[in-house]
Nanobody, 126 residues
Framework: QVQLVESGGGLVPAGGSLTLSCAASGRIFSIPHMGWFRQAPGREREFVAL???????DYEDSVKGRFTISRDNAKITAYLQMNSLKPEDTAVYFC????????????????????RGQGTQVTVSS
């Protein structure tokens, strides 16, 4: 079993920055693909960013140029640097990990990943 624990959320004014972390632990024998998702009240869960085991990245259009996903393979930790935050970025952010090959067409759905964390709240005030 693998556990994912997110941290780094909080309250920040519009235009501010936050860095989220997602630490993986447990029975880990390979480098996973790691993704970030978010869900705001009354809205569907949506894909935010992905970093594959080889380091390829992908972003949802609304966060391109503002968010940066990275990873530390030695720590099996993924990060999401969020700059120029907007009130519409307010949501619970959670990470997900996939240890099997991830079909590119399925990267946008959190249900495609093997494990998901509990999430961390990000609130951006206007």
């Amino acid at each position: 079993q693998v556990q994912l624990v997110e941290s780094g959320g909080g309250l920040v004014p519009a235009g501010g920055s936050l860095t989220l972390s997602c630490a993986a632990s447990g029975r880990i024998f390979s480098i996973p693909h790691m993704g970030w998702f978010r869900q705001a009240p009354g809205r569907e869960r949506e894909f935010v960013a992905l970093i594959t085991a080889s380091g390829t990245t992908d972003y949802e259009d609304s966060v391109k140029g503002r968010f940066t996903i990275s990873r530390d393979n030695a720590k099996i930790t993924a990060y999401l640097q969020m700059n120029s935050l907007k009130p519409e970025d307010t949501a619970v952010y959670f990470c997900a990990a996939m240890f099997n090959p991830l079909p590119w067409s399925k990267r946008l759905g959190a249900e495609s990943y093997d494990y998901r964390g509990q999430g961390t709240q990000v609130t951006v005030s206007s």
